[in-house]
């Protein structure tokens, strides 16, 4: 089991870690009160992913499918994620998972850990475990689906950040950019460079205001115009 464990891990210790989890998942690996126990019969006859991310994605494709549902949704929100922001992202039909009941679940598996404080009031924190996990995991949602999620992960920031908002403006511009909403990411692109801007931060300033340039339609317009002077100022 070691051999087996070292030659695929090359090196990468959350390879190991990750393996020995699906391992035990799989029933190769069962854990005592006292002893671990090795079942050979079942090591022999499962396959090994070669990659990380291959890893990565048979954990995944284990798991419940509500388990994975909720996990996809706290991906589109990003590594550091709320129970409530979760919530918020719904599909049309399908019953509502018990949230708090899965994410007990997730936690206990080690995809995610919970943070002892907030940064929003009346929620719970969590993160994803590694940052590779969240991009594995995010890259399972389908496609039709992500646009959907990334609007309401928007509109939930646009809720609860509150007299914060202009410190997640750039979060909020993300989220309406990947929704596909151009001319509501440009408004907070701008919001969020002129919020760099007064505090003085002019490398961010300048890097919110070329995005938005990128997302204006009209390239004669006076909102692109007042887009370029901000720019110009920065500089």
């Given at each position: 089991l070691?051999?087996?464990?070292?030659?695929?891990?090359?090196?990468?210790?959350?390879?190991?870690?990750?393996?020995?989890?699906?391992?035990?998942?799989?029933?190769?690996?069962?854990?005592?009160?006292?002893?671990?126990?090795?079942?050979q019969e079942r090591i022999q006859a499962i396959h090994v992913p070669a990659t990380l991310t291959e890893l990565l994605q048979a954990r995944l494709d284990s798991l419940p499918y509500e388990e994975k549902k909720i996990l996809q949704r706290a991906a589109i929100i990003g590594r550091l994620f709320w129970d409530s922001a979760v919530s918020a992202l719904k599909t049309e039909g399908g019953a509502e998972a018990n949230i708090p009941q899965v994410l007990r679940s997730l936690l206990q598996r080690e995809f995610i850990f919970h943070r002892d404080q907030s940064k929003f009031s009346g929620t719970e924190e969590y993160t994803?475990?590694?940052?590779?996990?969240?991009?594995?995991?995010?890259?399972?949602?389908?496609?039709?689906?992500?646009?959907a999620y990334h609007r309401q992960a928007a509109q939930w920031f646009e809720i609860h950040s509150e007299q914060r908002v202009n410190e997640y403006a750039g979060?909020?511009?993300?989220?309406?950019?990947?929704?596909?909403?151009?001319?509501?990411?440009?408004?907070?692109?701008?919001?969020?460079?002129?919020?760099?801007?007064q505090a003085n931060a002019f490398r961010e300033a300048i890097a919110f205001f070329e995005r938005a340039v990128k997302l204006v339609e009209n390239p004669n317009s006076a909102q692109n115009a007042n887009l370029l002077i901000r720019l110009g100022e920065c500089y």
């Open positions: 070691c051999q087996l464990i070292a030659s695929n891990a090359d090196g990468n210790p959350f390879y190991v870690e990750e393996f020995i989890k699906m391992l035990i998942e799989e029933g190769c690996i069962v854990r005592g009160n006292e002893r671990w126990f090795i079942k994803f475990k590694h940052s590779i996990l969240r991009e594995v995991t995010y890259e399972t949602v389908l496609l039709k689906m992500r646009r979060v909020i511009a993300e989220h309406y950019e990947r929704g596909g909403e151009n001319s509501r990411a440009t408004e907070w692109l701008i919001r969020a460079g002129e919020a760099a801007g």
